[in-house]
């Protein structure tokens, strides 16, 4: 069946430094890509999308590419804020169906 | 702004005391759903309604209904809650248009059942 695999957390960083969190994907065709954020208490929010292969999708700092060779949509930022931390979910979604299947989720850490 | 709004936001009830959950949109959107996300977990989808036509997952409990009475409101009951639901319980909404299905979240229900 689809599922989405993700780095385990907490990842724990200090302000400024280079954030990855690795995301691959089991899929039987092309699924649409999503990584979701949910700061504490809240809900989720979408961060950034792609629907084919080699788009990448960025917003607010953060970019991920869909790799199909590698079935993977890793999330990266360049320098991270305090104001980050949070829960990463990765997730798919294929065409024609209403369901996301998400990850585990990576509890994000960033220290002043 | 356009927005997916969940009523309460906290909700805290007895064991067996059935609870409705509220989910309101003003996206004007087709599909609505209902993620149950237990802590440190992932959101685990209930149900969907796509229009008026409801969508059950296989593992979701008999416990578990839901209402749309229209396209702008829809309702989560939980007929006789166990502790096992203490949980976040997300409303989403989303509507075709095209390849992409995004998801719209709304802030969460924390239901707690003591």
């Known amino acids: 069946g689809n599922s989405v695999t993700q780095m385990e957390g907490p990842v724990t960083l200090s302000e400024e430094a280079f954030l990855t969190i690795n995301c691959t994907y089991t899929?039987?065709?092309?699924?649409?890509l999503f990584w979701y954020v949910q700061y504490p208490g809240e809900g989720l929010q979408l961060l950034l999308k792609?629907?084919?292969?080699?788009d990448k999708g960025s917003n607010k700092g953060f970019e991920a590419t869909y790799r199909k060779e590698t079935t993977s949509f890793h999330l990266e930022k360049g320098s991270v804020q305090v104001s980050d931390s949070a829960v990463y979910f990765c997730a798919l979604t294929m065409d024609s169906s209403y369901k996301l299947i998400f990850g585990s989720g990576t509890r994000l850490l960033v220290r002043p | 702004d356009a927005m997916v709004i969940q009523n309460p936001r906290y909700q805290v009830t007895q064991f067996g005391k059935p609870v409705t959950l509220s989910c309101s949109q003003t996206?004007?959107?087709?599909?609505m759903y209902w993620y149950q996300q237990k802590s440190s977990q992932a959101p685990k989808l209930l149900f969907h309604y796509y229009d008026k036509d409801f969508n059950n997952e296989a593992d979701t409990p008999d416990n578990f209904q839901s209402r749309r009475p229209n396209t702008s409101f829809c309702f989560l009951d939980i007929r006789s809650p166990g502790l096992g639901d203490t949980a976040m319980y997300l409303c989403?909404?989303?509507?075709?248009?095209?390849?992409?299905?995004?998801?719209?979240f709304g802030p969460g229900t924390r239901l707690l059942v003591l």
């Open positions: 899929a039987t065709g092309y699924p649409s």
């Open positions: 989403a909404t989303s509507t075709p248009t095209g390849i992409i299905e995004t998801q719209y």
């Open positions: 996206l004007n959107h087709n599909v």
């Open positions: 792609a629907t084919k292969a080699d």
